[in-house]
């Protein structure tokens, strides 16, 4: 399996990050997991392009995780790709029938289907798939992915797990962690520095606090807003004062390979 991360930053543009986007490659097929503003422009700078996503995974409905989803329908049709698979949580139909309501020329010009999941077990893209519930202002779900063949985060010095997890955007909080235990690989909601608390997304040492004890192969900090900017390594510090494990913070354009 292979992450990148198409992009890191949040509601509030930096010009260095784009809105939230994953694409994770896998044996059996290719994946979007959320797709905020910005996100399609990364993805055509991958060698998959928007042409080899055929289905896209939602955590939540808030634009900094939509906001690319009507351009991609329309960037595949437009390229000739004929479908498209919309998974996510409750009232993602009514989210892509709304979307399509208000761009009515876009209706039937690919074959979509859409569906709605939840903090359960189920597939999609060939990737097994658990989701968990999050703390958030919104109704969203984190994602546990599994490959069969796949073990370990590449330069992680763990070859004994092939579990990635994606928080999606959360207050950190233990039932989550535990939910992560054993990834070889998790990205977690990291949006503000100690000073600026505000619900729904965590800081520094609340995630620190979290993750105590957990054994994760490496934690990647992401959905990073502009107070975070040049204050990277005192975030890093900060989580380290409760959790010793590998901790990084992701920039777009990053590939991880969890092999």
């Given at each position: ?164 997890t994606f928080s999606g955007d959360s207050d950190a909080f233990e039932g989550l962690a535990n939910f992560a235990e054993g990834s070889a690989v998790l990205v977690h909601d990291c949006s503000f520095p100690d000073d ?64």
């Amino acid at each position: 399996m292979r992450v990148t991360f198409l992009g890191t930053g949040s509601a509030m543009p930096t010009g260095e990050r784009f809105q939230t986007g994953l694409l994770l490659e896998g044996d059996e097929g290719t994946l979007l997991v959320d797709c905020g503003s910005g996100a399609l422009h990364g993805l055509a700078r991958t060698g998959v392009g928007y042409e080899g996503v055929s289905s896209v995974l939602l955590t939540h409905h808030h634009l900094d995780h939509v906001a690319d989803l009507m351009p991609l329908m329309k960037a595949r049709w437009l390229a000739g790709e004929e479908h498209l698979e919309i998974a996510g949580p409750q009232g993602t139909k009514a989210l892509v029938d709304g979307l399509l309501d208000v761009h009515e020329y876009m209706q039937d010009r690919l074959d979509l289907t859409v569906r709605e999941v939840g903090p359960y077990g189920f597939g999609i893209a060939g990737f097994d798939v658990e989701g968990y519930e999050t703390r958030h202002s919104m109704y969203c779900l984190a994602y546990r992915f599994g490959e069969a063949a796949a073990s370990g985060a590449e330069g992680s010095g763990d070859d004994s797990r092939g579990v990635f997890t994606f928080s999606g955007d959360s207050d950190a909080f233990e039932g989550l962690a535990n939910f992560a235990e054993g990834s070889a690989v998790l990205v977690h909601d990291c949006s503000f520095p100690d000073d600026v608390d505000v619900s729904g997304h965590p800081t520094p040492s609340q995630l620190g606090e979290a993750l105590s004890g957990h054994e994760i192969g490496r934690v990647y900090l992401t959905h990073l807003y502009p107070h975070t900017d040049g204050r990277h390594d005192e975030m890093l510090e900060s989580i380290a004062e409760a959790y010793d494990g590998d901790v990084r913070v992701a920039e777009d354009g990053l590939s991880v390979t969890i092999s």
